[in-house]
């Protein structure tokens, strides 16, 4: 062996050496740095950010999932397909180190002349096709979570008493007839804390038939309520092959509202069909308006939803292909002229969310960022009525019952 033999495997190395020392520590703090900057900023100028969900220049991984369908994602890539390629990798790094070594001319100084191994070629060609599946079949699995409508029907019942009726109103097809089509809650009244209850807590009667009673274990104490969510739409991540870790799927409820989101050269328009004839733009906010961390990202107007509700997203381009993406909800989808694309997100977490354009739309195509804010229903309600005020509308919620008022939920069982 000589020194020119060696020197590939010296400078590999060094190059390993590079990566693995340097990261670590430096990484972290630069990105603890950013973060410090943006949110001393973000209070000078008011802008409220939700520090996780910012993206950092020197992160690695993926930004913080906050839906259901979005976690799914995110297990799917930590435990799936990271896994895989990493093995990939190193099998082919292995490979080519083996070659390197032993059938390098020096060692290997007279070559044999073959050519074909049916056992060889029959391998490379099978194991691809095992490795495509073992992918495809989640994968199928997350674009029927994204594409198919929540159907879960949330009713809260009064404090007091054991025995619950559940109204099984569904069409036949997706009747709630199984224990995982159903959660109970228990909620403390006076603190708000809520308990999902065990499945020996409470008994379910009449599954499959157009009324279930749903009786508990023990009597419901005063002061606290019972929420009950029945439906097929379970999502979240789940145990791997079912058996490794822990169970994060949940029923979500049915959506409650639709926004409607245009996009155009160069920007979003947006419309609350359930809330009136309203409709504003949101261009991207101009630089000096904003922390340099969310120049891109902060847009003139933010799409203003509920927490703890499911919210409808119907999108539709007016000129050219575009993509309404939110990473930290799971959503990307194509917004195409003519046609209406219908996706769903739900999320539990208030706070200022960021995606952009995510299909090569034009010039500016960097140029038209979308912001969510999720907040309560109180404040969503309250900036409806001022969103309406505005265009010239009677205030839908103030002064009113707001029960009364709120728009039936929009069942859509397919
Ligand atoms: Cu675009």
């Not at 490795?131 to 009064?158: C, H, K, N, W």
């Amino acid at each position: 062996m000589t020194a020119r033999f060696l020197l590939p495997f010296l400078s590999l190395a060094a190059a390993v050496l590079v990566v693995l020392l340097l990261p670590a520590d430096a990484l972290a703090q630069a990105g603890a740095e950013v973060a410090q900057d943006v949110t001393e900023a973000a209070a000078e100028s008011e802008i409220v950010v939700t520090e996780a969900d910012m993206p950092d220049p020197t992160g690695t991984g993926l930004r913080r999932a906050v839906t259901p369908v979005a976690e799914e994602i995110h297990h799917f890539y930590e435990y799936i397909l990271l896994p895989m390629k990493l093995l990939i990798s190193f099998f082919v790094l292995g490979l080519i180190i083996w070659i390197v070594v032993r059938y390098n001319k020096y060692a290997n100084p007279v070559p044999r002349r073959f050519s074909h191994n049916t056992l060889v070629e029959v391998v490379w060609t099978l194991v691809p096709v095992f490795i495509l599946l073992i992918i495809a079949i989640p994968s199928f699995d997350l674009l029927y979570l994204e594409d198919t409508m929540p159907d879960g029907q949330r009713v809260l019942y009064e404090p007091g008493g054991d025995t619950f009726l559940f109204e099984n109103d569904f069409p036949e097809s997706r009747m709630v007839d199984e224990n995982r089509h159903i959660e109970v809650t228990r909620i403390d009244t006076r603190t708000g804390d809520r308990v999902l209850l065990e499945s020996d807590d409470y008994e379910i009667e009449g599954f499959g038939e157009p009324e279930l009673t749903i009786r508990l274990a023990e009597a419901l104490p005063a002061d606290y309520q019972v929420e009950v969510i029945g439906g097929r739409s379970r999502v979240g991540r789940k145990p791997i092959l079912g058996l490794f870790g822990e169970d994060r799927s949940r029923i979500v409820p049915a959506p409650t509202m639709t926004i409607k989101a245009t996009g155009y050269q160069w920007g979003w328009a947006y419309s609350y069909p359930d809330f009136g004839d309203f409709e504003f733009d949101a261009l991207m906010a101009p630089p000096d308006t904003v922390p340099s961390e969310l120049y891109r990202l902060a847009a003139t107007n933010e799409v203003v939803v509920p927490a703890g509700e499911t919210v409808r997203v119907i999108t539709t381009g007016r000129d050219v292909i575009h993509s309404w993406a939110m990473p930290a909800f799971g959503v990307k989808i194509d917004s195409i002229p003519g046609r209406l694309n219908e996706t769903w997100f739900y999320t539990e977490e208030e706070g200022s969310y960021y995606g952009q354009c995510s299909e090569l739309c034009g010039k500016d195509h960097a140029f038209m960022p979308i912001e969510v804010s999720v907040v309560s229903r109180p404040e969503f309600e309250a900036w409806v009525d001022e969103q309406r005020e505005f265009n010239g509308l009677e205030p839908l919620f103030s002064g009113q019952d707001q029960l009364a008022a709120a728009p039936a939920a929009a069942t859509d069982l397919n």
